[in-house]
């Protein structure tokens, strides 16, 4: 198959359906972002780039970065992990409060702000320094030592985060933060800073494709059990209450961010990303879905 001539066309199929809907300027630093911006990069297990448009060009990576949090966790943690939050899509958007005092500060999945919190919590835990382990760990899976926070977007997280302080003093009241709220909120708005191109966001999830392990060294990231379950919850909870939407239209394990960034996986065959600011009502890129959508459908590669 020709993706390169594929991604191409599909590109701009997408590019002549329109643009509608909003950068996510509730957070000031993604604001400034030009909603034009539109870039798709793809890599298979083989080793081949392909490429369109911004895809060289650098954002926040926002949500996507919950992914990578929760997979230091998983190898940490192993099974336990489960124990303080859920695996079951959350029906609700992803800053909700709503379903937290039904489930006793146990949030619903990992990938929602509500659990990636709790994922920073067990990491702030467990790790000597975590801001330094963690970029550590994403630039090894990366194989890319440039990768890193953005002060000035955590800052922006940080003076606007009204609705994450709520979250964590909730989740606290029932037992499910064991450190200083300060310290954990510091750490969650500094992974959900993490800048990286689609070129470089292909690349770092890549492992995911490949059953956990590195495409270039062979060696083990996730244990292939914990790569499907990561799979797993990507798939059904990766995209807030348009997961089921995502899965119908694409059917590929995925991860949005309020940036405009989109991660999927086809295990075995490829990872691509795409990035394009303007986002819908559910907080997902709007080009992005669609992209995706348009993409799976032409190549059959759906995983179902």
Known sequence: MDYQKLIEKVFLKTAEAGNPGKVASYIPELAHVSPEKFGVHMITLEGEHFAFGDSDEQFSIQSIAKVLALSLAY???GKEIWKRVGVEPSGTAFNSLVQLEADHGKPRNPLINAGAIVVCDILVSRLKDPKKELIAYIQKIADNPKINYCPTIAKSEKEHG???AALINFIKSFGNIHNPIDTVLDFYYCLCSIKMSCAEMARTFLFLANQGKDVVSGEEILTVSQAKRLNAIMQTCGFYDEAGEFTY????????GVGGGIIAVHPGKYAIAV??????EKGNSYRGMKFLEFFTT???????
């Open 75 to 77: 190898t940490i943690e």
């Open 162 to 164: 009204f609705r994450n």
């Open 249 to 256: 239209r694409v059917g590929l394990p995925g991860k949005s």
């Open 275 to 280: 990035w394009s600011p303007r986002l819908n």
């Open 298 to 304: 032409e190549t059959a590669s759906s995983i179902f």
